[in-house]
């Protein structure tokens, strides 16, 4: 896709999300949680990542004509697609961990990893119970297979149906977890992640319903590209604000709603006109997908080279070392893929 087809809004979000779930999981450098519950509510950044995927997944489904979906090759097709697309960086990350893993400690036995993380290796987390070579990459494996599921639900029950029965599944998986469990970070301590598809299939849905929303709203009618610019600055502001203080709780949900509010403002209009902007928003939004793979990575590196040093300094170091070789994994991948 070209920059010129792509919303620099958007793009500029999945970066700065990519960085909240880092940060979010950086917390625990030196060994204990940082001072003050900086970002408690980081994990939320996933939210973001799956409804976006939705929107994108129906903007993707309706440009190659809903009525054309055939439930054998087109579907095996997504599959491939999707592997295609996911599945390098993915398998360098996990191979880049395995490596230093086993350099940085002599616990670590390639044997045990390959043992152990096959699903992952596989990206069948959410299917089996297993020691994870890297617990946050079930993010991917729940969205490559509720994509899946929702490509299927769409061939076969129509698109009607699907809008029908997919929202009936959304309101009594959220309502259960709102009422049972209060909060939505459902993985934080499970090795079977089947929960986090039930997750991503309700987010992704939320998704798919956001742009067909778009598609007949006209807001440019009623205000202006600056009122509407600052309606999406108030609003990441308020995520960021119960992002940064809140966290395993009810405001999850509060937070979900207005990150798909936040979605709905950027993809309705693109706000951001500045070509020298948008390329590098459109940048930063192409090695988020990378810098999420190898966070894990980064901070082993980073807890082993420099224990007890300052967090504040050690983070900032952390952030540029990981958009620098997200960077590097990221073009290698596409020169090799291109070959």
Known sequence: ???K??????????FL????IFIYHFRTYNGSQNTNGSFSGGYLGVEFFFVISGVFLMKSIDENNFQNIKINEELISFIKQKYRRLYPEY????????????????????????INGYPDLLCLQIFFLNKNINSLLWFVSALIWASFIIKVFMSVLGEKLFYFVGGLFTII???????????LNLTQNHHFYLDGFGRAFSELYIGSM???????????KFINSKILLFSKTICLFLILKMMFNEG???FDFLILICISVLIFLAIIKNTISDSWKSSLYIFLGSISYTMYLNQVLIQKIIHSLFPGYNFTV???????FLILISIFIHKFVKHFISQ
Do not use: A, P, W
């Open 210 to 220: 956001l742009f067909k929303l778009s598609l007949n709203f006209h807001i440019e």
């Open 314 to 320: 050690i983070l900032l170091l952390s952030i540029v």
């Open 1 to 3: 896709m070209k920059n």
């Open 5 to 14: 087809q792509k919303n620099s809004t958007i793009e500029l979000y999945r």
């Open 17 to 20: 999300f990519t960085c909240i």
């Open 173 to 183: 998986y959220f309502s259960f977890i709102y009422i049972n469990i209060g909060h």
């Open 91 to 114: 398998l360098i990350s996990l191979l880049l961990l395995m490596f230093f893993s086993i350099l940085f400690s002599d616990t670590y036995k390639l044997s045990k990893f390959i």
């Open 248 to 250: 395993n709780n009810r």
